[in-house]
Structures are given as C-alpha cells and as structure tokens.
C-alpha cells in the first residue's frame, strides 16, 4: 500500500515550480517591451547573473536550484526580449503608440 508520506516530492515541486518561472517570463518580457523596449535588456541580464551566482552558494539544494532556474529564465528572456522587439517591428506583436521605434 502506498504510503504518501514517503513519497519525495522535492523533484515534482521543482519541476511544477520551474514550470511556473518559465511561463512566468513569458508574458514578462512581452510587457517589458511594450513599455520600454529592448533597452531593458541589461536588467534581465544582470538579474540573471546575481541569481546564477548566488544558486552557486545556497546551501539549500532546493532553492540554489530554484536561483538557477530562474536566473536561466532571465538569461533566456535577455535573448526573448530582441527576439519580441523584433516581431514588433514587423508587426506580429503589438505595438506601443506611446513609443517610437528605431
């Protein structure tokens, strides 16, 4: 009979929670853009790299894998973020009025 306090969901909750960050950025670097542009691109960057370092001395598995995950999504958003403005200009993503576009 399965005994459900022996069951080790510490994989489970970091696949669910990487998951989550990762669909998280999604939308994330769409809004990003829309209202500044790709001139964010230094805060997902740096960001990314504090987190990635600081995954490398957590003493708790669980959250330096948690940093690294997260410090990798915003390496990956750093790249998403041209990649959006790029589909802006060319007009398969929404365009900010507001904004001029170069």
Do not use: C
């Amino acid at each position: 009979m399965l005994n459900w306090s022996d069951l080790n969901v510490e994989g489970f909750a970091i696949g669910l929670l990487a998951f989550v960050i990762i669909g998280v950025f999604h939308p994330v670097v769409i809004k990003v853009e829309y209202h500044f542009g790709k001139k964010a691109w230094p805060v997902f960057l740096f960001s990314g790299v504090v987190l990635t370092i600081v995954s490398l001395f957590s003493e708790n598995t669980f959250l330096s894998v948690i940093f690294g995950v997260t410090g990798f999504a915003l390496f990956w958003s750093t790249f998403e973020l041209f990649q959006q403005h790029k589909r802006v200009l060319k007009g398969q993503a929404k365009k900010n009025p507001n904004r001029s576009y170069d």
